[in-house]
């Protein structure tokens, strides 16, 4: 067992909440030119109506890896789109924003996701949420970045599975950034932030704007 196998034990859960709430406030239709910026085949596999003009754009080509028929597949940096302005009726982003690393970059994702598409939607884990949801270990974002370069390969589940070498650890240190309720306002102005909980409390963030 690795990893991907925990993650797939209850991600499909949390995937399907999520993509009927996509349905219900963004309410895509047939033929809609959707953006996946981040994303992969696999999350879209049920969507039926929807896939016939997506795009799905991710820097990682392994996450591209998989043909899907009716899909168009590009690698690329969601920080720098290489899209019109607008030219997608939705661009929806499933935890991916954390990804990119420093804050600026996180400025320039937000950016050219509101400049490409009339409606957006954009997912992203909470800090505030007591898990951290990469490693699966309860307060570890929460620690000094020092702390967390100490006990991220032999105090997190991640680090128990996958022995990380320092490197590694380095790697993922500089790429993930969870964002706050605050941020995310400052990331999305012209957008409504809702709330995806958990257990009672706040476990991801979304950025939404419906309006054309």
């Not at 680090?159 to 995310?184: C, I, N």
Request: charged share 25%; aromatic share 12%; net charge positive.
């Amino acid at each position: 067992m690795n990893i991907h196998d925990v993650f797939n034990t209850f991600s499909p859960y949390f995937r399907e909440r999520r993509m009927r709430r996509f349905r219900s406030l963004v309410a895509p239709a047939p033929g809609n030119r959707i953006l996946d910026v981040g994303g992969t085949p696999e999350f879209w596999r049920e969507a039926s109506g929807l896939r016939s003009a997506l795009t799905l754009l991710n820097p990682d080509p392994a996450a591209l890896e998989v043909q899907d028929q009716g899909i168009r597949l590009l690698r690329g940096d969601g920080c720098d789109l290489p899209f019109a302005n607008r030219e997608f009726e939705i661009v929806f982003s499933n935890s991916a924003i954390e990804h990119v690393g420093s804050w600026d970059r996180q400025l320039a994702f937000a950016k050219e996701v509101r400049r490409v598409g009339t409606k957006i939607w954009v997912q992203t884990p909470a800090r505030e949420f007591f898990i951290e949801p990469h490693l699966i270990t309860p307060f570890f974002h929460w620690l000094p970045r020092g702390c967390q370069r100490l006990l991220m390969r032999n105090f997190t589940v991640r680090g128990w599975m996958e022995r990380p070498h320092p490197t590694a650890v380095e790697a993922f240190l500089d790429e993930v950034r969870l964002l706050t309720a605050a941020e995310m306002r400052i990331l999305f102005p012209d957008c409504t932030i809702l709330r995806e909980r958990f257990l009672g409390m706040t476990k991801s963030y979304i950025a939404i704007r419906t309006d054309a």
